[in-house]
């Protein structure tokens, strides 16, 4: 049976490294602030965005939200971000996707100052992230890796099979694995003979959005599988894409969904606006 990689409890250790740092800028009269802007009703943004601030406010950062409504025009989402920009309170700016049919989110994304870029979703730190000098790591393929680090499974020289790219996880997914010497193949919807492909994979991340997409049959015996998934089954219950009653029969590792990556996405976001804060403040350089 495969060990179960605990994201609720080591999203939790980092949220304590990150509040005391919180703590430790305070005592140096910086007080950490993030902005939260979501445009329209979608109830699944609304728990996104409800799961931010919680978060925010059990770490000790300042959190401001505006919600606007679906008719927000792109010129007056684009004077808020502008303003959020030049607003000493605010560190990092999170605008969370999807924005509804007719605003441009990538034209959006490009105007946040690249210091504030909590996400770090604009083409400035994609760059910087492709050298390997970045500042602010992607939220989600950051709190894989940091899983990975803390179940003690070794990146180096492993096959690493990432399913989905793209621009805010599959792709940068793959550029971390890398990075820490992966050899990584990147599978998408065109990709021919993917469950051969997956399983020689010891490393698999599936990043796809289909409930019951990754089968036991696509997973080599003891490799550690991470569900980045969040999808409703029939039943509408939350869950991943990888069919976890027959994959922990044959993984050596594996993240459970809800309860694997999504609690890290939250605390590698709260891990960003402290760096943002060190980084505005000449704490970074
Ligand atoms: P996305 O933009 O829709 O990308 C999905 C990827 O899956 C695409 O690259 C697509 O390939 C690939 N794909 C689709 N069908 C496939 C198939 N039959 N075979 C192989 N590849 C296939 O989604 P995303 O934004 O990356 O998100 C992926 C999932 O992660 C979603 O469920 C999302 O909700 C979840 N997510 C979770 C977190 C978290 O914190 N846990 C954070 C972000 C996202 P093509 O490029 O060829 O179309």
Redo the contacts with the bound molecule.
């Keep these: 049976m495969a060990k179960i990689i605990d994201g609720k409890a080591i999203s939790a250790e980092v949220k304590v490294k990150v509040a005391k740092e919180v703590a430790a800028l305070k005592g140096q009269g910086i007080s950490v602030g993030l902005a939260v802007v979501i445009v329209g009703d979608a109830s699944a943004s609304r728990v996104y965005v409800n799961n931010k601030k919680k978060a925010c406010e059990a770490v000790g950062i300042y959190s401001e939200e505006y919600a606007l409504p679906a008719s927000t025009s792109q010129q007056e989402l684009l004077e808020l971000v502008d303003r959020l920009n030049h607003d000493g309170k605010i560190h990092g700016i999170l605008v969370q996707s999807p924005l509804p049919k007719g605003l441009d989110e990538a034209a959006l994304v490009e105007t946040i100052a690249p210091q504030k870029d909590v996400d770090a979703f604009h083409a400035y730190n994609v760059g910087k992230i492709m050298q390997g000098k970045y500042s602010f790591l992607p939220c989600?393929p950051a709190?894989v890796m940091e899983l990975l680090h803390s179940a003690g499974v070794e990146v180096c020289g492993k096959r690493c099979v990432v399913?989905?790219?793209?621009d805010?996880?599959?792709k940068p997914m793959a550029m971390l694995l890398l990075h820490q010497n992966g050899t990584v193949t990147i599978?998408?919807?065109?990709?021919q003979n993917?469950k051969e492909i997956c399983r020689e994979a010891d490393i698999l991340v599936s990043?796809?959005?289909?409930a019951a997409?990754v089968t036991g049959d696509m997973i080599k015996p003891g490799a550690a599988v991470i569900d980045?998934?969040?999808?409703r089954n029939q039943e509408g219950k939350l869950c991943g894409?990888v069919v976890f009653a027959e994959a922990e029969k044959v993984a050596g590792y594996i993240t459970p969904v809800p309860g694997g990556?999504?609690p890290?996405?939250i605390a590698m976001l709260m891990k960003n606006t402290v760096t943002a804060a060190k980084l505005q403040n000449g704490i970074l350089p």
């Design positions: 989600t709190g399913i989905g790219r793209s805010i996880v599959g599978c998408h919807s065109r990709t993917l990043a796809v959005g289909k997409f980045v998934g969040m999808n894409d990556v999504g890290m996405t």
